[in-house]
T-cell receptor, first 111, second 116 residues
Framework: GDSVTQMEGPVTLSEEAFLTINCTYT??????LFWYVQYPGEGLQLLLK?????DKGSNKGFEATYRKETTSFHLEKGSVQVSDSAVYFC??????????FGPGTRLSVLP | DTGVSQDPRHKITKRGQNVTFRCDPI?????LYWYRQTLGQGPEFLTY????????KSRLLSDRFSAERPKGSFSTLEIQRTEQGDSAMYLC??????????????FGEGSRLTVL
């Protein structure tokens, strides 16, 4: 079945450092890809998405590009802030059916 | 607050007891999802509804689990004869499926179950 793999955390960075969180997927078709974020004490919320190959999703300075050839959707941010400390989940879905989530990557940003 | 709400937020029960969780989605949302999350893992799909119809149920879901959405609004998830392995956070999410489709799920804060 379909699956999502993420780099293991926790990831600890200093403020203003560059962030990459790797995400790769296994899919039988061509799903939409998502990054969700969970801030401490809050529910998961959508960070960004891409619906087809070569699409780039972006939000709040974060970006990810749907790469069909490498089955990847890596999350990047040029300069992280303390407020970006959270758990990040990569996910896939076929048109709103069963969403498959990765295990999550915890990010801690130190001042 | 017009977000997704779940009740109760915490439930402690003894093995063998039945428990029920309730989810109230965002009012105009026609899709409602249940997920289970254990420590250090991502959400694991359980089932989802479109309006009152249950469209998909995980093959991993035991017969002890049942979910309903009787009027296409709130939903309940019941676990019968709980086992210690059922201890987890149960997440509810809702979305508006239509045109244009955004693919965004709105999650509640979850109901944490502890089975002793």
């Amino acid at each position: 079945g379909d699956s999502v793999t993420q780099m293991e955390g926790p990831v600890t960075l200093s403020e203003e450092a560059f962030l990459t969180i790797n995400c790769t997927y296994t899919a039988t078709g061509y799903p939409s890809l998502f990054w969700y974020v969970q801030y401490p004490g809050e529910g998961l919320q959508l960070l960004l998405k891409a619906t087809k190959a070569d699409d780039k999703g972006s939000n709040k300075g974060f970006e990810a590009t749907y790469r069909k050839e490498t089955t990847s959707f890596h999350l990047e941010k040029g300069s992280v802030q303390v407020s970006d400390s959270a758990v990040y989940f990569c996910a896939l879905s076929y048109y709103g059916q069963n969403f498959v989530f990765g295990p999550g990557t915890r990010l801690s940003v130190l001042p | 607050d017009t977000g997704v709400s779940q009740d109760p937020r915490h439930k402690i029960t003894k093995r063998g007891q039945n428990v029920t969780f309730r989810c109230d989605p965002i009012s105009e949302h026609n899709r409602l999802y249940w997920y289970r999350q254990t420590l250090g893992q991502g959400p694991e799909f359980l089932t989802y509804f479109q309006n009152e119809a249950q469209l998909e149920k995980s093959r991993l879901l035991s017969d002890r689990f049942s979910a309903e959405r009787p009027k296409g609004s709130f939903s309940t998830l019941e676990i019968q004869r709980t086992e210690q392995g059922d201890s987890a956070m149960y997440l509810c999410a809702s979305s508006l499926f239509g045109t244009p489709y955004t693919g965004e799920l709105f999650f509640g804060e979850g109901s944490r179950l502890t089975v002793l």
